[in-house]
């Protein structure tokens, strides 16, 4: 069980737009930034959004974050196939003193 | 461009320790607002954080291995290792490492508001005798 809450599996088709979100708690997401990291089949996770809505060098605009509360999210636009991986949303929790992760969701380009 | 990149044993026996390291390239280890961590993935499950050390040996573990653990920097290799004793199967597992920072063109925050970039391939470990 993960401290932080994604959902399973998500879907979209090309071009379409998708939503991801990340439920947490007031000693993670509310007290600290969320981050978001992406994992192609077979690769190792990769940064996509830090500091809850700030893109890396290189992460196309189509991927976008936000916080409100104790709760995050991932917005895609555009979908494309190579946008086909898991998704992983990551903060500081200063109850546990320890980076927890969301358990992942599976994103299927049909 | 900054590398990251794993390497060690991918078989350990239950009950020995399993040891890890990470080249870093590309950059050195001793900026002062970077930690380098060591994060790990369960076949098929999600991903967990072991610990991160800086290059002065500050060291923050998760304390669900804080006793079997120790992160430690070589600064004349540019290379940092894990170490993590009395494994069972439960510890099978890809290991990545990766950097730890908190410093962006906007500024710097902080260790609990930093973000893993980049990281490194990974490597599998298997505990099995």
């Known amino acids: 069980q993960s401290v932080l809450t994604q959902p399973p599996s998500a879907s979209g088709t090309p071009g379409q737009g998708v939503t991801i979100s990340c439920s947490g708690s007031?000693?993670?997401?509310?007290?600290?930034?969320v981050n978001w990291y992406q994992q192609l089949p077979g690769t190792a996770p990769k940064l996509l959004i830090y500091?809850?809505?700030q893109r890396p060098s290189g992460v196309p605009d189509r991927f976008s974050g936000s916080r409100s509360g104790t709760s995050a999210s991932l917005a895609i636009s555009g979908l494309q196939s190579e946008d086909e991986g898991d998704y992983f949303c990551a903060a500081w929790d200063d109850s546990l003193n320890r980076w927890v992760f969301g358990g992942g969701t599976k994103l299927t380009v049909l | 461009q900054l590398q990251l990149q794993e390497s060690g044993p991918g078989l350990v026996k239950p009950s020995e320790t399993l040891s890890l390291a990470c080249s870093v390239s590309?950059?050195?280890?001793?900026?002062?607002?970077?930690?380098w961590g060591w994060i790990r993935q369960s076949p098929g499950q999600g991903l967990e954080w072991l610990g991160s050390?800086?290059?002065?040996?500050?060291?923050y573990y998760n304390p669900s291995v804080k006793s079997r653990i120790t992160i430690s920097v070589d600064t004349s290799k540019n290379q940092f290792s894990l170490r993590l004793s009395s494994v069972t199967a439960a510890d099978t597992a890809i290991y990545y490492c990766a950097r730890q920072t908190y410093c962006s063109p906007l500024g710097c925050y902080g260790f609990t508001l930093a973000w893993f970039d980049p990281w490194g391939p990974g490597t599998l470990v298997t505990v099995s005798s």
């Open positions: 500091r809850n809505n």
């Open positions: 050390t800086s290059s002065s040996g500050s060291a």
């Open positions: 590309g950059g050195s280890i001793t900026i002062n607002s970077d930690y």
């Open positions: 007031g000693s993670n997401i509310r007290s600290n930034t």
